[in-house]
Nanobody
Framework: QVQLVESGGGLVQPGGSLRLSCAAS????????MAWYRQAPGKQRELVAF???????NYADSVKGRFTISRDNEKSTVYLQMNSLKPEDTAVYYC?????????WGQGTRVTVSS
C-alpha cells in the first residue's frame, strides 16, 4: 500500500506560480513511476506530467515549458512546479503512483487561477 498526500494548492493570479508536493509513504517510493493529473469542473481527469522511477519525464502539450515535475526519492516526494499559470489550469490536481499492477491516488489539491 502507498499513501499519497498532496499539498501546495491555492488561489493564484494569472501569470503566477505554485509548487505542488506529494508525499508518499508505505512502500519503496523510488520503485514507483509518479504522475500528476488534474480534473477541471465538468471535464475528465487528464494527465499533466509523468516521471519514471529512473527520472525520465513527459508532459501534456498544454503545460510544456511552464510546468516541471521532479522527485526526491530520499524524501519520498514528487513535486510539480507550475509557472505562468493560466485560468485554464484551474482544477483539482491529483498525485498518482504506479508500479506494475499497483495504482494509487492522493485525495487531490485544488488550484484556482483567477484575478
Amino acid at each position: 500500500q502507498v499513501q499519497l498526500v498532496e499539498s501546495g494548492g491555492g488561489l493564484v493570479q494569472p501569470g503566477g506560480s505554485l509548487r505542488l508536493s506529494c508525499a508518499a509513504s508505505g512502500s519503496i517510493f523510488s520503485l514507483y513511476h509518479m504522475a500528476w493529473y488534474r480534473q477541471a469542473p465538468g471535464k475528465q481527469r487528464e494527465l499533466v506530467a509523468f516521471i519514471t522511477s529512473a527520472g525520465s519525464t513527459n508532459y501534456a502539450d498544454s503545460v510544456k515549458g511552464r510546468f516541471t515535475i521532479s522527485r526526491d526519492n530520499e524524501k519520498s516526494t514528487v513535486y510539480l512546479q507550475m509557472n505562468s499559470l493560466k485560468p485554464e489550469d484551474t482544477a483539482v490536481y491529483y498525485c498518482n503512483a504506479v508500479r506494475m499492477a499497483d495504482n494509487y491516488w492522493g485525495q487531490g489539491t485544488r488550484v484556482t487561477v483567477s484575478s
